[in-house]
Nanobody
């Protein structure tokens, strides 16, 4: 059974940092790419970042470039999203997702097969 479990969410002041973890089971990072989405209240879920482990290709939304970093620990089958210089507009529920690789596009996943349960990030002004 494939599972993704996020952790690391919480409340932080503007300018602070958090690191989200996405622990995967039932597959390895050789099989799928990993992405992060976020959904703010009353807004659509949007892509934040992704990584294709086959070629280390990464994507970042313009809103997080230079502040967020995606990485992984293959030995732990865990992906991370390091979030620095957080802003109130980063407040959202963050989800990790796994799926087959997308070749030739800016995003890393061709389909979003498996989702984590989400973790809340709240950034206070």
């Amino acid at each position: 059974e494939v599972q993704l479990v996020e952790s690391g969410g919480g409340l932080v002041q503007a300018g602070g940092s958090l690191r989200l973890s996405c622990a995967a089971s039932g597959f390895t990072f050789d099989d799928y790419a990993i992405g992060w989405f976020r959904q703010a209240p009353e807004k659509e879920r949007k892509e934040v970042s992704c990584i294709d482990f086959s070629d280390s290709r990464m994507y970042y939304a313009d809103s997080v470039k230079g502040r967020f970093t995606i990485s992984s620990d293959k030995a732990k089958n865990t992906a991370y999203l390091q979030m620095n210089s957080l802003k109130p507009e980063d407040t959202a529920v963050y989800y990790c997702v796994a799926g087959p690789r997308l070749y030739g596009g800016s995003w890393c996943l061709s389909r979003h097969l498996y989702w984590g349960q989400g973790t809340q990030i709240t950034v206070s002004a």
